[in-house]
Structures are given as structure tokens and as C-alpha cells.
């Protein structure tokens, strides 16, 4: 009787269970080589490291992040095929090769050994026609030896990607970073960085005049790639002095990029658009009905971004942290987004009243949304704040080019040069007369002259 009770719980709970329907995931890529010329410059540029290249640390974040995945999603909730089927993932990167090689990793994770088989045919039809092309020995029935998954990566040039790369393109970002570097939060920043950076610039040799917090995060930037891939590190440099540092690594990428709330939404607005357009698609079957999983590789200015526009973290809790204040924001993740950082969304069907709602993973745990303490979000509650959000980004961004105004031309100095104009028209005018004149004359002379 318990072994029967035990299995009819078991299968209430497997019958009755909500349904998951769609999933979507932002990563950042894995580490990667450096990409500033700072320290130990000419250890970089002798051994070409300074390309930002996915380096083999960074492969194996992804690949074990996507061993997870496979646990979660075809594992345990049994959501996805076990083997790769094309028509369920649809996987964007931005046009970099460390985004574009960390979602291959990432998916090699979710489907190691265990690539498609070729069919019985003929072997002459398995090679390519050129001369002394072999089948190796070993490769059994896989189509690729050891039996990888090849996978499609969908690109757009970077000048128009602007659901990734929307920081970047805004053509007014520029004028929003340099004023977020003069307000008075980053001053109040600045201002308390200023012994950390003081130590810093001691122990690294490096004039303090010249320094600031915004030049310490690509000092930073390299460091992360140093530890991550056994590279030299500064001999000087303490590890007092590095942790000091580092806490402010997060801080000043928040502060220069997506200080303000209004920033958070002008830049997220594109990537949202996707997102709730598949969520939608989803839930109308307007979309591949096999579709189930869309991927987004790209960078840890992503991630932070789209943190923030979800109310984990923002510029001002991130500060409030540094500054020891009380934080406003109980979710404030103050932490940097470390290579391989994700977000995921989770589309959930409710068993019972069939209601839609959404889970968010942050690395792996379930996030308080929709601005409350529960882990899960009725979905029209949660498209409704993201349309709240939402900001005309296209307008946002653009450069407005100042009308030139008649008025500003005055019209004496309008008349003066139409005179002079005229003037100078009549002067060229006169001369080729002249000179035309002048050669009739010179031949008339000439033939005078010849005359007996």
C-alpha cells in the first residue's frame, strides 16, 4: 500500500504538473584573451592576445553551463529532444568570435556525443570528390567523428543589431556616457575610490593625475582575463589592493553605460521587442510550433543591462552598496556579471486555470520578479511592466541636426556677395573679350605682313 501510494503521488504530481511552453537565455560569452593594451602590453601584443579570442577556459564554461542546461531542460523537465533537432533552438550572437564560439560550446555541452548518424549508403557518396579524400577508419556510422553536433549561429552586422548591441549603436550613447561621468553619483564614487586608486597607482606605477575609476575597469578587464587564463599578473599589486578594486569593477560599467532609469529603458527596449515577440508567438501558435528555445550569445554589458531593466540591480543600489548606504533595492546584485553569466525566461502554463506565467533564472536561481517577493509573474503582469519600459529607441537615439535658420545670414551680407558675383562675372567676361579681340588683331597683322 505505500509502494502503490507512493506511485500514485508521483504520478498526481507528474499528471497535474504545470507545463512548461517556451524558454529563452541571455548568456555572456566565456573568457577570452584581452582586449586593452595596459598591462604587461608587449607580453600580449609578442604572443597575439589582445583580439579578445574565447580562450579554452572560456570553452569549458560554456560547455559545462550547457551540460546544465541539459539536466534542467532535457533531464528533469523533459522539455527538449535528446537529440538536436533544429527546428526547437534557434540560437542569435552578436558578430564576435568569442560570442559566436561560446553558443557553439554551449550547445556541444547540451549535446556531446551525441551527433547525427549518416545513412546506409554508399561510401563513395560520405566523401568529396577530391583526390585521395578517405572515410577514417574509426569514425563507425557518426557523421562527424566522435559524434559532434554541428550547430547554426544567426548573426547581424553589428552597425544594425540593435536588440544586442544597442548600447553601441545609439548614435546619442556617446553624449549619455560623457554626462553620466559628471554626475554628482559618480562624483560621490570618485570621491570615495580615491585612496583605493591612490593605492593602485602606487603599487602599479602608474601616474594618479592621469587615472580615474572609468581607466581602472579596463585594468580590470585585463586582470579578469589574466586570472581566468594563467597569464602573468602584476607582481606589485596586493591582494588587498586587487579586492578593493574589484568591488568597484561592476559599479563603474553601470555608472557610465545605464546610470539612469530612462537609460536602462532606451537601450533594453530592442532586446524586449524579441523577447515578448516569441513569448507572444508562442502563446498564439503563430510561430514553428516546434520552436521552444531561443538563444541570445552575447556580453556581460548585455546581461548587467537587462539585470537592471528587471530590477536586480541598477546603477544607484550598486553605488549605495560601495557607499555603505542603505540599499533601496532588496534584489540589488552588486556583483560583476562573470563570464558565462546568464539570464533565463521560463514561459509556465498553469495546470489548473491554464494562466500563463513566467519564471526567471539569474546563474541558475530563481529571481523575486515583477517588483515582489514571489518567483513567479503572471505573464500579462509582466509584458505590462516591459511595455512600461518600453522607450522608441530609434528616437531616442537619433541626432537631431539643427535647421540652418535664413535669419542667421544677414541680408546685406546676401546682397554684397551677389554684387561681388556680378562684379567678377562681368570681369572674366571683359578679359575673354579682350583677349579675343587682341588675337583677331595679332592675325589680321600677321597677314598684312605676308602680303608682297
Known amino acids: 500500500?505505500?509502494?502503490?501510494?507512493?506511485?500514485?503521488?508521483?504520478?498526481?504530481?507528474?499528471?497535474c504538473a504545470d507545463k512548461l511552453l517556451f524558454i529563452q537565455a541571455m548568456w555572456r560569452h566565456g573568457s577570452r584573451t584581452p582586449v586593452n593594451c595596459n598591462w604587461n602590453c608587449e607580453y600580449f601584443l609578442q604572443n597575439d592576445l589582445l583580439n579578445g579570442y574565447?580562450?579554452?577556459?572560456?570553452?569549458?564554461?560554456?560547455?559545462?553551463?550547457g551540460q546544465w542546461m541539459r539536466k534542467r531542460y532535457i533531464?528533469?523537465?523533459q522539455f527538449l529532444s535528446d537529440t538536436y533537432d533544429a527546428s526547437q533552438i534557434l540560437v542569435y550572437s552578436t558578430d564576435v568570435n568569442r560570442t559566436i564560439m561560446s553558443a557553439m560550446s554551449n550547445l556541444q555541452g547540451m549535446y556531446s556525443n551525441n551527433g547525427p548518424k549518416v545513412p546506409n549508403v554508399k561510401d563513395s557518396y560520405l566523401i568529396p570528390p577530391n583526390p585521395g579524400a578517405e572515410t577514417p577508419t574509426d569514425i563507425g556510422q557518426s557523421a562527424i567523428q566522435h559524434d559532434i553536433q554541428v550547430l547554426p549561429i544567426h548573426m547581424k552586422e553589428a552597425i544594425t543589431d540593435d536588440r544586442l548591441l544597442s548600447i553601441l549603436i545609439c548614435p546619442k550613447g556617446y553624449e549619455m556616457f560623457?554626462?553620466?561621468?559628471?554626475?554628482?553619483?559618480?562624483?560621490?564614487v570618485s570621491i570615495k575610490a580615491q585612496s583605493t586608486l591612490l593605492q593602485f597607482c602606487n603599487e602599479m606605477n602608474i601616474d594618479p593625475l592621469e587615472f580615474n575609476i572609468f581607466t581602472l575597469t579596463e585594468y580590470m578587464d585585463?586582470?579578469?582575463?589574466?586570472?581566468?587564463n594563467d597569464y602573468p599578473m602584476p607582481p606589485n599589486l596586493t591582494k588587498e589592493t586587487y579586492l578593493k578594486v574589484d568591488s568597484l569593477y561592476a559599479l563603474t560599467i553601470a555608472l557610465q553605460l545605464y546610470q539612469t532609469q530612462h537609460q536602462v529603458d532606451v537601450f533594453s527596449s530592442p532586446f524586449f521587442e524579441s523577447l515578448l515577440s516569441y513569448f507572444d508567438s508562442a502563446l498564439t501558435q503563430q510561430a514553428d510550433k516546434n520552436q521552444k528555445y531561443i538563444i541570445y550569445s552575447a556580453h556581460d554589458i548585455n546581461v548587467q543591462l537587462i539585470a537592471s531593466a528587471l530590477n536586480f540591480t541598477s546603477a544607484e543600489c550598486m553605488a549605495q552598496v560601495y557607499l555603505g548606504q542603505e540599499v533601496s533595492n532588496k534584489n540589488c546584485i552588486y556583483t560583476y556579471p562573470g563570464f558565462a553569466s546568464n539570464i533565463i525566461w521560463e514561459l509556465w502554463e498553469e495546470e489548473q486555470t491554464h494562466d500563463h506565467y513566467i519564471k526567471v533564472l539569474y546563474n541558475g536561481t530563481e529571481m523575486n520578479i515583477c517588483n515582489t517577493d514571489s518567483k513567479k509573474c503572471s505573464y500579462k503582469i509582466f509584458k505590462q511592466l516591459i511595455e512600461n519600459q518600453r522607450r522608441d529607441f530609434q528616437k531616442e537615439c537619433s541626432v537631431e541636426i539643427e535647421p540652418i535658420i535664413e535669419e542667421k545670414v544677414p541680408v546685406w551680407m546676401i546682397?554684397?556677395?551677389?554684387?561681388?558675383?556680378?562684379i567678377l562675372f562681368s570681369m572674366i567676361l571683359y578679359i575673354l573679350c579682350l583677349s579675343k579681340k587682341l588675337r583677331e588683331n595679332g592675325k589680321t597683322k600677321l597677314n598684312e605682313d605676308k602680303e608682297p
Open 1 to 15: 500500500m505505500k509502494v502503490t501510494l507512493i506511485i500514485s503521488i508521483i504520478l498526481y504530481q507528474y499528471l
Open 54 to 65: 574565447l580562450t579554452p577556459t572560456g570553452m569549458r564554461q560554456h560547455f559545462v553551463l
Open 75 to 77: 533531464t528533469e523537465l
Open 178 to 188: 560623457v554626462q553620466n561621468m559628471q554626475t554628482n553619483l559618480t562624483i560621490a
Open 222 to 228: 585585463t586582470f579578469y582575463s589574466c586570472i581566468y
Open 415 to 422: 546682397t554684397l556677395s551677389i554684387i561681388f558675383l556680378f
